[in-house]
């Protein structure tokens, strides 16, 4: 029998990525005996279960409010805080719309993009490929950050000072981007690298 993986997320709120006991229960009596549910590092679980049954336990599982995206070489649910200093202050609606806006995209390595509601970071942005920061009210991105390996690197600021209005565009271009000129299987950092920072800024100065 064929198994397939998936990736299954609460979203996010104040408070943080917040499953309901319900959805938990649900999961666990739909997916079957021998399914596998793993945590990953980047606040998805991802579930290998029979690929026969897949649409029909994703259809179950939207009705309880998850979000399901696919597992792999795709962008990955926006990995943010936990919104402590309230949603407006945080801004988790802005969180809300870039995750929406940036999510399941197919690129040449899997891509992880941060989110952090103040400069204290709790959420550990300069750690992901692609990070946002609010900054009282403008934001900072940062690019490239690699937490993997004996070579773990922090993200480089790429824009500072932008406003709100401007984050969308601009992270789903680096998106753009990377789909279009990254090599299959190079990570985002060594893309990065490659390209450099000023090459990047040029390319998205009109985003
Ligand atoms: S990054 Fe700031 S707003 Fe978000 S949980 Fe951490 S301290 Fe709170």
Redesign the pocket.
Known sequence: MAYKKFAVSPGFREGGSLFKPEQLAVLDSIVGDDAKIELTTFKQLYVEMEEDRISAVQIQLKEVGLDIQPAGYYTKNLIA?????GAE??GLNVAKRLDEAIVGKEVPSPLKIGY????????EPLLKDIAVVKMNDVYDIYVGGEAKGIKARLGQLYVSGIPEDRIIPLVTRLIAIFQELGKKKEKFSKFVERLTIEQLQKMTQHS
């Open positions: 805080c936990n919104f402590c200093r202050d945080a952090a509601g103040c400069a204290l970071g709790t959420s």
